[in-house]
């Protein structure tokens, strides 16, 4: 209950800063054609003196930013622009006001705005950057491995075994009553390990495995198994979720089932086909470039009775 609860509270502040985004690239965007449309006009408002041209730059650097931040599904990005672009409208004015024809009282309140627009700015961009690290991520992937269901489903049930086909794990311990003890290599030597208990066990169909409550980080997979037509092997389809926390962590977990998770896990599969079918996996590491490549593992496949 409490879990749902937090979920519900993050997606609801990963709204608000989507809300608080979206009318900043409204303004971005209004204020761009402005700027493109009568700059001697928006000079004469902040005080400047008329630079129709300069000012017709930064109405295609505002209308670039509002657009980006309006079509583009990460728009933190557009919204760093934003302050870079804030910063150079500070100096612009700072610059002019002891230019020949500027308004001083204009050009301050003018900087003052440029200002508290910039505040707002940074605040979304963080927030929002904060919000989008912590939204749930989901991959699947499927392989055609050339055995038989039974011995697929065997050696996947020894999460021991999982090690072998996954760099990114160190350890997999067993704790009893299906609780498993899992050991994550993350950037730097670092670690990250954290219980998991099976959810779900359908001998030769199907295994799901979730984190325990009150583990540094929630992730959850499953694995299934379906026979392939004409007795041509098994259809091997892993899914994977997990949902980053906040705190120092989050780059560790980031990197090891972040946004390049779909590539991690189609990385496994084709690791757990290679040893499922040839007893070995062949990889290019410590190898020179063009090699043929170097064993991994080089041991017999050898699955669970």
């Known amino acids: 209950m409490a879990g749902r609860y937090a979920g519900g509270q993050r997606t609801s502040a990963r709204a608000q800063q989507q ?9 971005s965007v209004g204020m761009g054609l402005a700027q493109l449309i009568a700059p001697r006009t928006v000079c004469r408002l902040v005080g400047m003196p008329a630079v129709p041209t300069f000012m ?23 919204l760093q622009a934003r302050i870079a672009g804030d910063a150079m409208d500070f100096v612009a004015l700072a610059a002019s006001a002891a230019a020949s024809g500027a308004n001083g009282r204009r050009v301050a309140l003018a900087m003052a705005a440029v ?40 050696y996947w049930r020894e999460f021991q075994n999982l090690p072998r086909i996954m760099p990114h794990i160190e350890s997999v311990q067993p704790l009893g009553d299906d609780v498993f003890h899992w ?7 670092t670690r990250l390990e ?4 099976v959810i779900d066990d359908k001998p030769n169909e199907r295994l799901a495995w ?23 092997g098994t259809y091997v389809t892993v899914e994977l979720l997990y949902e980053p926390p906040a705190g120092r962590i989050t780059d560790t977990v980031a990197k090891l089932f972040g946004r390049d998770a ?21 990889t290019t590491e410590g190898q020179s470039s063009g090699s043929p490549g170097a064993l991994r593992s080089a041991q017999t496949l050898r699955t669970p009775k």
């Open 262 to 282: 779909g590539q991690q896990v189609r990385a496994d599969l084709h690791a757990f086909k290679m040893l499922m079918e040839t007893g070995e996996i062949v």
């Open 183 to 189: 050991v994550a290599l993350g950037p730097a030597g």
């Open 56 to 78: 017709r730059i930064c109405g295609l650097r505002e209308l670039a930013c509002g657009i980006g931040i309006l079509t583009q599904p990460d728009r933190t990005p557009w």
């Open 210 to 232: 979730r984190s325990l409550e009150g583990s540094d980080v929630f992730n959850a997979g499953s694995v299934r198994f379906d026979p392939a037509p004409a007795g041509q």
């Open 194 to 197: 954290w219980d998991s208990e």
């Open 19 to 27: 809300r608080i985004a979206q009318r900043l690239g409204w303004f």
């Open 115 to 154: 200002g508290g627009v910039s505040a707002l700015d940074a605040y979304c961009s963080r927030s929002l950057a904060e919000a989008e690290a912590r939204v749930p991520r989901h991959d699947t992937d499927t392989i055609a491995v050339n055995r038989p269901v039974e011995e697929l489903y065997r």
